[in-house]
């Protein structure tokens, strides 16, 4: 028994840890803030989507694509999250092809390894396909913080992997005899996965730690480690933090996808909650094969404007006892001075422009800074709307977030849930018609 819970906590890891957090008025010796009125003037110093890096306006679509887009990308590769080697690695795949949930989908489970160590850097992904589907199928790849085993349970999912920090060993786990569904933690999945499948929707799933460890000094165990110079210990400034380490093997990924005939490449969505929202919509950002974008509770260094003190800020996430390898390590250097950052998550979310994208947020996740996240978007309608698409509602004000669980279903859309950090079983119901409507 005690092992067996040992085993499900170990599971749950940081998602569990997440959904009991309260709220503190420290975090790594750092105070936070929760009141609107002390957030600082932060409108002043945001940079602005639509002028070019010399003060010069952009003026139309063509400009926006062409050049302040890659002008943008840029900053966010030098300044946030780190540039990714631009020569892609020669992939394999093993491929695993049979049945799931009762013989309604097609499931298949690949291998994608990044280099031809078979026990080097690699990734499971978990795919369920609609059985009857006519042609290829669109599909929602997940991001998860669950091995594949506890996040669709049934018989013949290959056990998972996860990491010990102590040991910086990863160690499989076993599938437990029993699991409670937990959307919100994205385990036990089944009748979420099905729903999808009966819209004609396949759903993916991958446990984001085994591209690489979610610790401090771990560049060399996963994927980083393949792209490090002799000699070279952890990547340099500008290079790829953590955060951008899963984007880019999830953009190999795509590259499976891709040559999957089964698959329509040209019809897939990307999801991920929390650190996993982050990765979601810089993903998102670098490869704009992903045709809708959902990050959930992204927050701070998300979708959230690193600008606005409120909840967890730019010190907080990149202090040295928490979350500074996720990003470059020019992100940190900003700590104490985030009004001079070149970037802030208004420009992240115009990445994502002209492609739909919805953003998930919840009423009580303080932390993650709902508001900075619809502050963000109301800023990036701008390029939306440049590029001939539908953004939020029309006269969007920052300064009203809207009313809970009333999703906005435009190509820049937006929904609050009631509650905390996460993704409530509602939440699932608008992905799907998110999916549905634009996919
Ligand atoms: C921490 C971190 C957040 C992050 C979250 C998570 O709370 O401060 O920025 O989103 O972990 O990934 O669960």
């Known amino acids: 028994m005690k092992k067996l819970f040992l085993l499900v906590a170990l599971a749950f890891g940081i998602g569990f840890v997440q959904s009991v957090r309260a709220q503190q008025d420290v975090v790594a010796g750092i105070p936070v803030n929760y009141d609107e009125s002390k957030v600082g003037d932060y409108k002043a110093t945001l940079p602005d989507a639509l002028v070019f890096n010399n003060g010069k306006p952009v003026r139309n679509a063509r400009q926006w694509m062409r050049k302040r887009r890659p002008e943008i990308v840029k900053l966010f590769e030098k300044y946030e999250y780190g540039k990714w080697p631009a020569k892609r690695p020669k992939l394999r795949y093993a491929v695993q092809k049979d049945f799931g949930l009762g013989g309604m989908a097609v499931r298949k489970q690949v291998t994608v390894y990044f280099s031809p160590d078979d026990n080097g850097p690699r990734v499971d992904v978990l795919i369920y396909l609609p059985r009857d589907a006519k042609g290829p199928s669109p599909l929602l790849l997940n991001l998860s913080f669950s091995p594949n085993n506890l996040v669709v349970f049934e018989p013949g999912v290959k056990p998972g992997r996860r990491w010990d920090p102590n040991t910086r060993t990863a160690n499989v786990i076993p599938t437990p005899p029993t699991l409670a569904p937990n959307p919100a933690m994205r385990i036990g999945m089944n009748e979420t996965v ?20 979610d610790f401090k ?3 060399a165990l ?17 290079e790829w ?16 996808f891709v040559e999957d005939a089964d698959i329509d490449a040209g019809r897939v969505a990307l999801t991920g909650c929390s650190r996993l929202g982050k990765t979601t919509i810089w993903t998102g950002a670098r490869d704009p094969r992903f045709a809708v974008v959902i990050p959930s509770c992204s927050g701070e ?5 690193s600008r606005r003190n409120f909840g967890e800020n730019l010190a907080h996430i990149t202090a040295e006892s928490r979350y500074r390898y996720q990003f470059c390590f020019n992100y940190s250097k900003y700590a104490d001075r985030v009004d001079e ?17 919805l953003l998930q947020t919840g009423t009580t996740d303080t932390w993650s800074d709902a508001k900075g996240e619809w502050v963000a978007a109301c800023e990036a309608a701008k390029v939306y709307e440049l590029l001939g698409k539908d953004a939020l509602v029309p006269g969007a004000d920052p300064d009203h977030v809207p009313a809970p669980d009333r999703p906005i279903y435009s190509t820049l859309g937006y929904v609050i849930h009631e509650g905390g950090h996460g993704v409530m079983p509602q939440d699932w119901i608008y992905y799907l018609e998110f999916c549905k409507k634009f996919l």
């Open 194 to 213: 099905r729903m999808f499948l009966q819209a004609g929707i396949g759903f993916a799933t991958l446990n984001y730690t085994d591209m690489e460890p």
């Open 217 to 219: 000094d771990a560049a």
């Open 222 to 238: 996963g994927i980083r480690g393949l792209y490090l110079k002799p000699g070279q210990t952890e990547p340099a400034e500008d």
């Open 241 to 256: 933090g953590a955060i951008s380490a899963w984007a880019w093997g999830i953009s190999n990924v795509m590259d499976y």
């Open 301 to 305: 260094g998300g979708a959230a404007i």
């Open 341 to 357: 950052l070149p970037v802030d998550a208004n420009l992240l979310v115009a990445l994502i422009a002209p492609r739909p994208l």
